[in-house]
């Protein structure tokens, strides 16, 4: 694959790409037993379509059934970042930046994982960056700061979480308290591992994985741990006849972008694109799964100025190191998929999600 960078300012040009059908029934209605919600961070249409072109035209996220623009601004800023968009996502309401899972007044905010545990569902995580990271931090934590690693690390061992996946050991281990939160878990039931091998051996119960001392590497060298985790977690949730609710992120695409390193931006958007390849694959053999995959804000101010599919080849441009606020995608698969389609705020994710479970009508 080659890449040409050409560095001049243009304005971004949003290239809504179609989504192919490949299911013949399109499930509009129909009873949700699970949910598994995908999170690009920092994932805008030209993130994806310039991993589209360099995989010589073809994404598995082609066979969404529905496609949409959300926007993303922050209570306190036209710009969002990664805590105050995963906290509208996941608890329904604006927040200003940097906070975690609580309003701008300081208030918690119940998050869609733990509404999911509440109504009797498993539920889990996987990220390529630290547990303790914004976003996954705003399914299970309630700080005011989304710096305070081990605040929200311990507050995974009071959430109702099943299986948490990623890095942060640290933040659980080495921690300036004292405290060794990993052997909190193991007395709260938990199986504790530390390598893919480890993961892939567990086939039930409760799992945390700490696979890093923060983050993982980036991809190609952390090798298949986003899929790999991904169908993992699949196998052990859906053991719950109630269902299950999974959150999966593809963490380091946003930092990718902050680095103005397409290389990297493909790569991370092509390993995010094969865990969402497991998660369609699952929902549509089982047909009562419903798959959503969003970006949280766009990341760079990405333009694509010229490609080719068949050599993989496109000129891009960065305007920023920074974030946007322009929206970002979001596609769906599988029963209740209409609902993510149009162009609706980051805050809607949560009442839609939990009226197609049946926890609210």
Not at 18 to 39: D, L, Q, S, W
Not at 59 to 88: C, H, P, Q, W
Request: with cysteine; glycine share 10%; proline share 3%.
């Amino acid at each position: 694959m080659k890449i040409f960078t050409t560095y001049f300012f243009l304005s971004v040009i949003l290239l809504l790409t179609g989504c192919k059908n490949t299911v013949e029934k399109t499930t509009e209605t129909g009873h949700v037993r699970n949910v598994i919600f995908m999170i690009g961070d920092g994932m805008g249409v030209n993130h994806m379509y310039a991993a589209y072109t360099a995989n010589n035209g073809t994404l598995a996220i082609e066979r969404s059934e529905f496609m949409g623009l959300i926007k993303t601004y922050a209570a306190d800023n036209y710009v969002t970042e990664s805590a105050a968009a995963a906290t509208a996502i996941a608890g329904g309401q604006k927040t200003n930046n940097g906070m975690v899972g609580v309003c701008p007044d300081g208030n918690p905010l119940k998050s869609m994982l733990t509404y999911a545990a509440e109504h009797g569902l498993s539920t889990g995580m996987v990220v390529t960056c630290e547990l303790t990271h914004a976003t996954p931090a705003a399914f299970v934590a309630h700080v005011p700061s989304r710096s305070d690693h081990e605040g929200i690390a311990f507050a995974f061992t009071q959430s109702k979480i099943n299986v948490a996946i990623g890095g942060g050991r640290k933040f659980f281990e080495n921690r300036s308290d004292g405290k060794n939160l990993t052997e909190m878990m193991k007395s709260n039931g938990f199986q504790v591992a530390y390598t893919m091998s480890d993961v892939k051996k567990v086939q039930e119960g409760n799992l945390l994985a700490l696979l890093a001392d923060v983050a993982l590497e980036g991809y190609p060298a952390r090798g298949n741990m986003l899929p790999e985790a991904v169908e993992t977690a699949i196998n052990i949730l859906n053991q719950n006849e109630k269902g299950f609710f999974l959150m999966v992120e593809g963490s380091q695409i946003d930092w990718a972008a902050h680095g103005n390193d397409i290389e990297s931006v493909v790569n991370e958007t092509l390993d995010f694109d094969r865990a969402v390849k497991i998660a369609f694959d699952f929902a549509e053999r089982c047909g009562n799964t419903l798959v959503i995959v969003a970006g949280d804000h766009e990341t760079g101010g990405l333009s694509i100025i010229d490609g080719c599919f068949e050599s993989g080849e496109i000129i891009t441009v960065f305007t920023t190191t920074r974030h946007t606020g322009v929206p970002v995608p979001v596609y769906s698969f599988g029963p209740g998929a209409k609902k993510f389609s149009g162009f609706f705020d980051n805050t809607d994710f949560l009442p839609r999600v939990l009226k197609l479970l049946g926890i609210i009508r």
